[in-house]
């Protein structure tokens, strides 16, 4: 249950098998529990539960050595495109593989499968976030190989996402310039719970009302340790930041992983 629109992790949940051209199964359907009737000590319950199955994830990807990052924001921000480029340009430096979060259609995932990355959707019906029960059920199909890096691209949503621990070694923020530089702080727990920000579709910043420091200081101000990146996932701009990024992030030990300051300085 999200705290913060009471949409259920009962939700109805459908995994789609990507690796192969198998018929999707859906698992069955189960009570939507209104916001009305929850309470504090539900709320609790509900992440709680959430946090143990994500720290049975976080577990499975240390022990397998896996890198698995949390790709969050609104729709449209351009999460797909930015992966649809990595797992071209890096096709052959590191094995990747991805979780697809949506609530309805196959059209993400198709996406990623057509570069030759094994992908598993989960579609979560009137669901609006992932959860670590699902990313599990998502792993057990995907069969990431050890040392791998495995992206979750959570459902598109500045809000709820924030909530919940998926087992991931950290969240990233996606921010493009054609939604306005204040969203960090209209939504400051997104912000807040990333460890890098990545600020999309620099190509058109000649078009739209954006500015790159009002939007670094709207997000420190919310997250002073936050990392900042600007590419352009159509033209290229700025991936090599986000690679080498990448890299310093797989090379580290697993216990040890923690953010670290590469990458474009903007601020």
């Given at each position: 249950m999200c705290t913060t629109c009471g949409c259920s992790d009962d939700a109805p949940l459908r995994l789609t098998r990507m690796l192969d051209r198998s018929a999707p199964h859906e698992h069955a359907p189960h009570r939507h529990v209104p916001q009305s009737t929850q309470t504090k000590r539900l709320e609790q319950d509900i992440l709680g539960r959430n946090d143990r199955s994500a720290a049975t994830n976080r577990s499975r990807f240390a022990g397998q050595g896996i890198l698995a990052l949390n790709l969050l924001s609104s729709p449209g921000s351009g999460k797909t495109s930015l992966l649809e480029r990595t797992l071209t340009d890096r096709a052959r430096t590191w094995p990747m593989s991805v979780i697809e979060g949506d609530q309805h259609t196959l059209n993400d995932a198709r996406r990623i499968r057509a570069t030759g990355a094994a992908a598993v959707q989960l579609n979560t019906g009137a669901g609006c976030h992932l959860e670590a029960e699902?990313?599990?059920?998502?792993?057990?199909?995907?069969?990431?190989?050890?040392?791998?890096?495995?992206?979750?691209?959570?459902?598109?949503?500045?809000?709820?996402?924030?909530?919940?621990?998926?087992?991931?070694?950290?969240?990233?923020?996606?921010?493009?310039?054609?939604?306005?530089?204040?969203?960090?702080?209209?939504?400051?727990?997104?912000?807040?719970?990333?460890?890098?920000?990545?600020?999309?579709?620099?190509?058109?910043?000649?078009?739209?009302?954006?500015?790159?420091?009002?939007?670094?200081?709207?997000?420190?101000?919310?997250?002073?340790?936050?990392?900042?990146?600007?590419?352009?996932?159509?033209?290229?701009?700025?991936?090599?930041?986000?690679?080498?990024?990448?890299?310093?992030?797989?090379?580290?030990?697993?216990?040890?992983?923690?953010?670290?300051?590469?990458?474009?300085?903007?601020?």
């Open positions: 699902m990313v599990g059920q998502a792993l057990d199909e995907l069969q990431a190989p050890p040392h791998s890096i495995v992206f979750i691209e959570n459902v598109g949503n500045l809000v709820c996402p924030a909530l919940f621990d998926l087992g991931e070694h950290c969240k990233v923020v996606l921010l493009s310039v054609t939604e306005g530089d204040d969203k960090p702080l209209k939504y400051p727990h997104m912000f807040r719970a990333a460890s890098l920000m990545i600020i999309n579709k620099t190509d058109l910043l000649p078009y739209v009302d954006f500015s790159i420091q009002a939007c670094v200081a709207a997000a420190r101000q919310v997250n002073p340790q936050i990392q900042v990146m600007q590419v352009s996932a159509k033209t290229g701009e700025g991936f090599e930041d986000w690679y080498q990024w990448l890299d310093a992030q797989r090379s580290r030990p697993a216990p040890d992983r923690a953010p670290l300051r590469i990458g474009r300085r903007v601020a």
